[in-house]
């Protein structure tokens, strides 16, 4: 089971880091992503990683300003959040997949539940 963390809120310019933890499976072999959706849009890539951690990509809105990285020791991936816009508001979810990068939330086989990041103007 993957468990997201780190959402809250904070004022535009700012930083969070989200964690995604896994729980009785090892995500070491999993390429892992996050998304988020607001209410009443589809869901939206946001960043993924292979395996390795050495491929990273990343959805156009969040180029430059978002960072993904994994610890395969901790079990967890987490989201690095710099320069954030309040149109970066959503619930930010964190997927596992076997295989290589997808940007589709329909390629991935496993979901956490969800952060709430609110980012204030």
């Known amino acids: 089971q993957l468990q997201a963390s780190g959402g809250g809120l904070v004022q535009a310019g700012g930083s969070l880091r989200l964690s995604c933890g896994a729980s009785g499976r090892t995500i070491s072999t999993y390429y892992m992503g996050w998304f988020r959706q607001t209410s009443g849009k589809e869901r939206e890539f946001v960043a993924g990683v292979s395996w390795s951690g050495r491929n990273t990509y990343y959805g156009d809105s969040v180029t430059g300003r978002f960072t993904i990285s994994r610890d395969n020791a901790k079990n967890t991936v987490y989201l690095q959040m710099n320069s954030l816009k309040p149109e970066d508001t959503a619930v930010y979810f964190c997927?596992?997949?076997?295989?290589?990068?997808?940007?589709?939330?329909?390629?991935?086989?496993?979901w956490g539940q969800g952060t709430l990041v609110t980012v204030s103007s």
């Open positions: 997927a596992a997949r076997v295989g290589g990068s997808r940007y589709e939330p329909g390629q991935y086989d496993y």
